[in-house]
């Protein structure tokens, strides 16, 4: 096309400049005929093709590639025999050899977390991503795979994209070692100090059927010991039990020996753990005139939370006993309080002096519930005022729309709103400032539920008797929820509103280290706006870790991978709120990799199946039958874009101005 372009520029050059008047010479004819054949030529060029292509013919191999997984758990596959590790090593070598013999382009590449990774966990898919990213995988025909196959992946689609044919290398392995293993540590998250916590530990004997013994190590302190009989079964599960004297994290660590016994392999004869302890639970108080069904099925509800404790106090004559114990309500309402609950069935009283402590308790924020007939001396308090009706009646309540604003009442399950029993009620009035969340179903839709607040603390009125009547007509558990979700909210609980946890108070070297944040407002609504920022450190105090936490779902998470043995602890803060959590996780120093033995064929069979590659016997490489690599070709397309080289334009400008002087230099002009 350009060939044409050009021939017609020049055509249409000497045409142009074949006569002149005045006749110039043969020369001065010759360059104005160059000059405007180039311009034309460009003008061309530009209005109908300004881009050029140009085809280049490569030629390549094909491509084979190796991955050898170089975990801890290979190594402990090979710790202790030396014949497989030989059969590994020849039949990697004897392989390549093949393909290198019939013209294959082949590369090895070992990989564990990733390629080249840390040897502590197997991921195979980070390793072909490391591959993808760094252009590794392309023109491969086929991969082989030598591995156990104890990866530690959570999802396989990734192999199936690349469509790329994986097939596994198996070999035959025979775990006929007598060992002795701890599957696992089982314990709460968290505890509190001086209560009685189990540790369940899960073992197991391959061929051994003598006794062992199992150790309790706390803080690296042995706690006790207790035997195990394998003569009947090979699994079984040892109870520990030990009250804990150390608040924050505690580290356990269980271990099986038996003396009779020597084993090859050891490293998987301990499994470390770690608990979480806590100095008290939070308190809650119950101040009443009489014991009543209330205050029974109060009690039940809280005591659902583990973070809660239930004191309850009766009043007679102003007075506040619990058994035959007297009690000052000053003594009553300490630190450890965060929520008061106070049942009136018509006959308490309080002094003035009591008044002032309740007042004060609200006050610095603390959440109060009164239920039941309301009380003069405290009525400031309180966000409804008496009426002259004094006797109580009986009718259905309904709950308002206003409700649906705090999550702890929108979350009560519609079946339960629409069949409570009716309630034993008094007639009060709600103040201008009070929220109604709640009415009676009588023709003046009197005040059931009210909300408001007394400085800084919430306070919240039932003016209705047999609350405890909604437990009886649900069996989900919606009635403690609802109740522990009221004292939490009430009582101001940001530690619950902002609350930031590790998956697990103890993580294996390898593991994926997971923290997630809870957040949410004043109405327990999820918070999903935030610029909450994690710093981890070690025990040197210095940071090693540094970012943004993700959203994810209704919660904030962050993923840490490739930290080193030791204790962390980790300060989330959202930046927008300044609101701020912290914690600690410990990071053992055993792996996950050491309890990996043998090789999980259903593993790699799955992979094989997804990718459409194929198992491959050890002894059955030498049968393998290769096929000479027939050298493709490939054209690569390049383009030039013209209309971007700003020397061509500059030619263009240079010859029609040339043309332009020279014509009216020589009188064509």
Sequence with gaps: MII????????????????????????????????????????LVYLFNPILYFVKKISFKEKIVFLNDNSESMKFNFENNPKLKSLFDNSLVDLQKKYEK??????????????????????????????????????????????????????????????????????????????????????????????????????????????????????GKKISSKKVDFSKESFQQ??????????????????????????LITSNNNFPSAIQILDNRS???????????????????ISNNDRLETKIYLSKNRVFTAGKIRFELEEILNENVISLIILNYGSLKLSGEQVKLIENFVAHGKGL?????????????????????????????????????????????????????????????????????????NDDQSPAIVLGEYEKGKVLFFSFENLWKWQMREKTGAYSKFVSDLISWLSNDNARQFHAYPEKNNFLQGEIVTIKLQAYDEKLQPLRDLNAKISIKNEKDKIVFEDFLLRKDDFFQ??????????????????????????????????????????????????????????????DLNKLEITPSIPKIHNKKYEVALYRKWLIIAIFLLSFCTELFFRKRWGLL
């Design 4 to 43: 044409i372009f050009v021939l017609f520029s020049i055509i249409s050059a000497i045409f142009f400049y074949r006569r002149t008047l005045p006749e110039l010479p043969f020369i001065k004819k010759f360059f104005l005929t160059v000059l405007r054949a180039v311009s034309i030529s460009i003008v």
């Design 102 to 219: 019939n013209s294959y382009h082949q590369q090895t590449y070992s990989f564990a977390n990733g390629l080249n990774g840390n040897k502590h966990s197997s991921l195979l898919t980070k390793s072909i991503s490391d591959l993808s990213e760094k252009k590794k995988l392309d023109k491969v025909s086929k991969i082989f795979l030598l591995s156990d196959g104890w990866l530690k992946d959570e999802d396989f689609s990734l192999l199936e994209d690349i469509n790329i044919p994986i097939n596994p290398i198996i070999f035959p392995v025979k775990k006929n070692d007598t060992d002795l293993t701890i599957d696992n540590v089982i314990t709460n998250k968290t505890a509190y100090r001086k209560e009685n916590v189990p540790i369940l530990a899960n073992v197991s004997a391959t061929q051994f059927q003598g006794n062992a013994s199992a150790i309790l190590k706390v803080n």
């Design 238 to 263: 040892i109870v520990f039990s030990h009250s804990f004297q150390k608040n924050g994290i505690n580290k356990i660590n269980v271990e099986i020996k038996a003396d009779s016994l020597k084993e």
């Design 283 to 301: 308190d809650v108080v119950i101040l009443s005139d009489k014991l009543g069904w209330d205050i029974r099925f109060f009690n039940k509800a």
């Design 369 to 441: 519930i009164f239920q039941g007939k309301i009380l003069p001396e405290i009525s400031h308090v309180l966000p409804v005022n008496a009426t002259k009706l004094n006797r109580k009646f009986l009718d259905p309540l309904q709950f308002t729309k206003k409700s649906e604003k705090y999550q702890t009442f929108s979350k009560i399950p519609a079946s339960i709103k629409s069949d409570i029993p009716p309630v034993d009620y008094y007639y009060v009035s709600a103040k201008i400032s009070a929220e109604i969340l709640a009415t009676i179903q």
């Design 558 to 619: 962050a993923s840490i991978e490739n930290l080193k043995a030791g204790k962390f602890t980790f300060k989330i803060i959202d930046e927008k709120s300044s609101q701020n959590t912290e914690g600690e996780f410990i990071i053992s120093k055993t792996s996950s990799e050491q309890f990996d033995r043998g090789f999980n064929t259903p593993t790699l069979a799955y992979i094989a199946k997804i990718t459409n590659g194929k198992m491959i016997q050890i002894d």
